[in-house]
């Protein structure tokens, strides 16, 4: 009973990083029905940055943040204005591979820089947790995770529901001629866009690979963001923040008590399974619009 | 295809010939003349190109019909092509003979390309892509524990017509073969009815089904024929190798099979082999360079080794997808094009 509750709470803990990277999906996605398949790369890559300036440059931690939210931003922006903004509107394969292969572009510039090794990060909470009762012990990065994720998911919200960029962002999400017409800049709410996302991708990459250690296949992150994207519905933010702990659970659940039974690995896909499932039965995800299509 | 003037098509066969005229013949023989006799002409490192080339090829003339003419995208191809790969070891492993492990291999691709390609029937675009990036991890998980796939399988080299396949030569010469049929089979595919339709369902699916055209059924076909190819082509993969290993089949795999459509042009099975050539001759051409490159910059040797071929296929997709997105294919139109109507410009 006691482990299943920590399954449970490390689930959630995960899970809520994953729902941080997805919503950065999302925004894209809504502003500009482009899907960013090298957002995986993007967030082991702000955790390689962060690792070059307080590892490698032995600066402090505060200036490791700012230096690699700058970066990161720099980045974004250079991405979506030579890279993606001709690309709008192109057939979705084109955009799909295109993102992918800057994805690799991304890999190989990591490969290149840092080497293929396992390296980790200064751990940046202390050791054990706090223990509830003799029930469950809450780790300390976990419930650091907690903290962060439902802060910068908090920030976004009002962000996007109350300030006159969060506005602006809802109308271009809506029907991007209206926009214009309204005298809304489209292409810079496109790359506050994808800012945020790129910023909040590395915000979860950072944070997972504290306790996981930075390695270039951790894109696999990414790509389970991706899928509570999908599974929520690519329409619904509330979604995302609903199904990233849930799939999170599943996840942990799955290498508690089935990973032993099937000997490992299973736990990697189940979130995929999940996916494919929901795909089948409700293509548009589980809290997405359903769309009409016409000739 | 645009053919000189003053000649005429008169009867249906000549309409619907793939080689037409007595010049296109020439060249087709020259070329496949030219193919049977390669291996007299190249040291054995290029000979082991041209028959990665060949499976390469096989892989991605498969992938061409479901992403290229169907228009149904697969980012799970590697994983098909290890499905195949896997159960055809299995099956050679048990004693069957190398004919019959052919189709085998093939149908077991074909099937998890049949069962992973049903979120097709109700997504598509970005979805689809991403469900078949999920069959990728879920096909090789099946892999990994039901097949044994962190050990491999090691296979002997199977026996055709009383002949063991054991030298580089040999499998060339069985890949040749098999690329020769694979293309014409393709080929004739695509200008046939199922062809037409899987054209129809890519341009645009709901109109497609108000023409009478059943998408389901050629959606599911496009992804059973291109999943057979992809798994005769890990079959054959394995059989040289000698081995077949999960290494091989890797999700970056299935990006650069798509990557050679993109390259090469999709929708057409010329494009197939430019896009193949042209991203495998890239590479190699990178492996060649790399020790050049890790001798001047002895620190990053072994780095850039591993990079370098990443970095340079990832730039040059992105090059084609924003400057060239009809592919190879369709520059090759036009320099023929061009050459026809010489000394003119139109």
């Given at each position: 009973?006691?482990?299943?509750?920590?399954?449970?709470?490390?689930?959630?803990?995960?899970?809520?990083?994953?729902?941080?990277?997805?919503?950065?999906?999302?925004?894209?996605?809504?502003?500009?029905?482009?899907?960013?398949?090298?957002?995986?790369?993007?967030?082991?890559?702000?955790?390689?940055?962060?690792?070059?300036?307080?590892?490698?440059?032995?600066?402090?931690?505060?200036?490791?943040?700012?230096?690699?939210?700058?970066?990161?931003?720099?980045?974004?922006?250079?991405?979506?204005?030579?890279?993606?903004?001709?690309?709008?509107?192109?057939?979705?394969?084109?955009?799909?591979?295109?993102?992918?292969?800057?994805?690799?572009?991304?890999?190989?510039?990591?490969?290149?820089?840092?080497?293929?090794?396992?390296?980790?990060?200064?751990?940046?909470?202390?050791?054990?947790?706090?223990?509830?009762?003799?029930?469950?012990?809450?780790?300390?990065?976990?419930?650091?995770?907690?903290?962060?994720?439902?802060?910068?998911?908090?920030?976004?919200?009002?962000?996007?529901?109350?300030?006159?960029?969060?506005?602006?962002?809802?109308?271009?999400?809506?029907?991007?001629?209206?926009?214009?017409?309204?005298?809304?800049?489209?292409?810079?709410?496109?790359?506050?866009?994808?800012?945020?996302?790129?910023?909040?991708?590395?915000?979860?990459?950072?944070?997972?690979?504290?306790?996981?250690?930075?390695?270039?296949?951790?894109?696999?992150?990414?790509?389970?963001?991706?899928?509570?994207?999908?599974?929520?519905?690519?329409?619904?933010?509330?979604?995302?923040?609903?199904?990233?702990?849930?799939?999170?659970?599943?996840?942990?659940?799955?290498?508690?008590?089935?990973?032993?039974?099937?000997?490992?690995?299973?736990?990697?896909?189940?979130?995929?399974?999940?996916?494919?499932?929901?795909?089948?039965?409700?293509?548009?995800?589980?809290?997405?619009?359903?769309?009409?299509?016409?000739? | 295809?645009?053919?000189?003037?003053?000649?005429?098509?008169?009867?249906?066969?000549?309409?619907?010939?793939?080689?037409?005229?007595?010049?296109?013949?020439?060249?087709?023989?020259?070329?496949?003349?030219?193919?049977?006799?390669?291996?007299?002409?190249?040291?054995?490192?290029?000979?082991?190109?041209?028959?990665?080339?060949?499976?390469?090829?096989?892989?991605?003339?498969?992938?061409?019909?479901?992403?290229?003419?169907?228009?149904?995208?697969?980012?799970?191809?590697?994983?098909?092509?290890?499905?195949?790969?896997?159960?055809?070891?299995?099956?050679?492993?048990?004693?069957?003979?190398?004919?019959?492990?052919?189709?085998?291999?093939?149908?077991?691709?074909?099937?998890?390309?049949?069962?992973?390609?049903?979120p097709a029937l109700r997504v598509k675009g970005l979805y689809?892509?991403?469900?078949?990036?999920?069959?990728?991890?879920?096909?090789?998980?099946?892999?990994?524990?039901?097949?044994?796939?962190?050990?491999?399988?090691?296979?002997?080299?199977?026996?055709?017509?009383?002949?063991?396949?054991?030298?580089?030569?040999?499998?060339?010469?069985?890949?040749?073969?098999?690329?020769?049929?694979?293309?014409?089979?393709?080929?004739?595919?695509?200008?046939?009815?199922?062809?037409?339709?899987?054209?129809?369902?890519?341009?645009?699916?709901?109109?497609?089904?108000?023409?009478?055209?059943?998408?389901?059924?050629?959606?599911?076909?496009?992804?059973?024929?291109?999943?057979?190819?992809?798994?005769?082509?890990?079959?054959?993969?394995?059989?040289?190798?000698?081995?077949?290993?999960?290494?091989?089949?890797?999700?970056?795999?299935?990006?650069?099979?798509?990557?050679?459509?993109?390259?090469?042009?999709?929708?057409?099975?010329?494009?197939?082999?430019?896009?193949?050539f042209f991203i495998m001759g890239l590479e190699q051409l990178?492996?060649?360079?790399?020790?050049?490159?890790?001798?001047?910059?002895?620190?990053?040797?072994?780095?850039?080794?591993?990079?370098?071929?990443?970095?340079?296929?990832?730039?040059?997709?992105?090059?084609?997808?924003?400057?060239?997105?009809?592919?190879?294919?369709?520059?090759?139109?036009?320099?023929?094009?061009?050459?026809?109507?010489?000394?003119?410009?139109?």
């Amino acid at each position: 009973m006691n482990e299943a509750i920590n399954y449970l709470i490390t689930g959630a803990a995960n899970g809520f990083i994953y729902s941080m990277i997805a919503i950065g999906f999302i925004l894209i996605f809504k502003c500009s029905k482009i899907f960013n398949f090298a957002q995986a790369e993007m967030t082991i890559l702000g955790a390689y940055i962060m690792f070059a300036i307080t590892i490698q440059l032995k600066l402090s931690f505060i200036f490791g943040i700012l230096i690699t939210i700058g970066i990161i931003i720099i980045l974004a922006l250079t991405i979506e204005r030579v890279l993606l903004r001709p690309l709008i509107g192109q057939p979705i394969l084109s955009i799909i591979i295109l993102t992918l292969g800057l994805g690799g572009f991304i890999k190989g510039c990591i490969i290149l820089i840092w080497g293929t090794k396992m390296l980790s990060l200064p751990p940046l909470f202390p050791k054990g947790g706090v223990h509830l009762g003799k029930i469950a012990t809450l780790s300390y990065p976990h419930i650091f995770f907690f903290l962060v994720c439902s802060s910068l998911i908090l920030l976004l919200g009002i962000y996007y529901h109350y300030s006159r960029g969060g506005l602006a962002m809802r109308v271009t999400a809506d029907d991007t001629i209206v926009a214009r017409l309204l005298g809304i800049k489209v292409t810079r709410v496109l790359a506050m866009a994808w800012v945020i996302a790129s910023l909040v991708g590395a915000a979860g990459g950072i944070l997972l690979t504290t306790v996981t250690g930075i390695h270039y296949t951790a894109v696999e992150v990414g790509f389970k963001s991706m899928a509570v994207a999908l599974v929520g519905g690519l329409e619904s933010l509330a979604g995302v923040i609903v199904i990233g702990p849930f799939l999170g659970i599943v996840e942990t659940l799955v290498a508690g008590y089935l990973d032993p039974l099937v000997g490992g690995g299973l736990s990697e896909v189940a979130s995929f399974f999940v996916l494919l499932i929901v795909l089948i039965f409700r293509p548009h995800g589980i809290f997405g619009w359903k769309t009409i299509e016409r000739i | 295809m645009r053919r000189r003037h003053g000649l005429f098509n008169v009867s249906y066969k000549q309409e619907i010939a793939i080689i037409r005229t007595r010049f296109e013949w020439t060249i087709f023989l020259t070329f496949l003349l030219l193919m049977a006799i390669l291996p007299e002409l190249i040291s054995l490192g290029w000979l082991d190109f041209f028959i990665k080339v060949g499976i390469t090829l096989l892989v991605v003339l498969g992938l061409n019909l479901i992403t290229g003419y169907c228009g149904q995208i697969s980012l799970g191809h590697a994983a098909f092509m290890g499905m195949g790969g896997f159960i055809g070891a299995i099956f050679l492993d048990l004693g069957l003979p190398f004919i019959a492990v052919v189709p085998i291999a093939g149908l077991a691709a074909g099937i998890s390309g049949l069962i992973f390609g049903l979120p097709a029937l109700r997504v598509k675009g970005l979805y689809l892509a991403f469900s078949t990036l999920a069959a990728h991890y879920i096909i090789m998980f099946v892999i990994v524990r039901l097949m044994g796939g962190t050990h491999g399988h090691l296979v002997n080299p199977p026996v055709i017509f009383g002949i063991t396949i054991d030298s580089d030569l040999r499998i060339y010469y069985l890949i040749f073969v098999m690329v020769t049929l694979g293309t014409f089979v393709a080929k004739n595919i695509v200008r046939g009815k199922a062809g037409r339709a899987f054209i129809a369902v890519r341009d645009h699916d709901i109109a497609a089904n108000t023409l009478g055209i059943n998408i389901y059924y050629y959606k599911l076909l496009a992804f059973f024929i291109g999943c057979f190819y992809a798994g005769v082509g890990g079959l054959l993969q394995v059989v040289y190798f000698g081995w077949a290993s999960v290494e091989n089949y890797t999700l970056w795999n299935a990006i650069w099979y798509l990557g050679m459509i993109i390259v090469g042009g999709m929708g057409t099975v010329v494009g197939a082999f430019f896009g193949t050539f042209f991203i495998m001759g890239l590479e190699q051409l990178s492996c060649l360079l790399a020790p050049t490159v890790g001798k001047t910059f002895s620190a990053l040797a072994g780095t850039v080794l591993g990079a370098l071929p990443i970095l340079v296929f990832s730039l040059v997709i992105m090059m084609f997808i924003m400057f060239e997105p009809k592919g190879l294919a369709y520059r090759w139109e036009i320099i023929k094009e061009s050459f026809r109507l010489f000394p003119f410009n139109y």
